[in-house]
């Protein structure tokens, strides 16, 4: 098989290997760069996606890459290399805008906020101020826990509430910074917010921004390392209704509620149960 043709049969083969918010957040946008001497390098969005690539994905998508080209291959990951390329290849962001549309530059450890629009009413759904908080914040929590996160519960949904809480402008003073955000929301603990890398036998983290992500609440990236590192955020400022495969990760009564709550609103249940969809913030990705 051609190198061109292995990594779309890879990622075919890999995304029945895992969950599908895993893939979409961390695979689906790859590409091979290059391929030379038995090394696949492939292109991501980010130097987030890359290091959750290469210590927690790596040893099963080669294992996945040796088993369809027939001998031990080698993978090498890595940014795109030039700011307009890795835009181009970067998937939608939430709120329906194809580009990642420039923002101020922040200093480094500081963080960027670009609210963006979503009105759930485009698809014929109500918005109400507490849906968020009965439903939104119970469900980032199960999916928190389908992540192998049980013990974060409301963080993911509190981290939501508080990036929605900043805007992105001429004003530095007011961004955050990775550390602010985990006084706000984790007691300080930063990998609450980022997550952790395995390393000398301690197992990989996730953080609550792994969970939003994998939802599509939050589109991130990232330059630089460590300390001096720099992120822009984009957040969906409303959120949308939750979905039939979406509740069904909730416990028997906040779904028995939330079948009431549709019905209250006017809305017709029997419509709501066809939904096909993972979640209508994709919605934003198909406008």
Known sequence: MKPELVWPATLGELQLQMTQATFDTWLRDSTLLEYRDGVFVVGVKSGYAKDWLENRLLATIK?????????????????FAGEQLERRKEPAAPGGASEFVPVPEPQPGEIAVELVEFDPTRKGYVQTPNYAVQFWQPYLAAVATKMGAPRMGGLPFSLWLTLRS???GANRESWPSIERLADICAGGNRHSITGRNACRGR????????VLEAERLVWARSSGEGPTTRYWFRVLDSLPLLTPMQIVLLSPHPQRAHAQFVKRCGLDYEEWQQLTAATLASIAEES
Do not use: H, K, S
């Not at 197992?203 to 792994?210: F, H, R, S, T, V």
């Open 203 to 210: 197992g990989a983290q996730i953080g609550a921004l792994d």
């Open 166 to 168: 900043y805007a992105w």
């Open 63 to 79: 294992r996945t890459l040796a088993r369809l080209t027939g001998q031990p291959v080698e993978i090498q990951f890595t940014v």
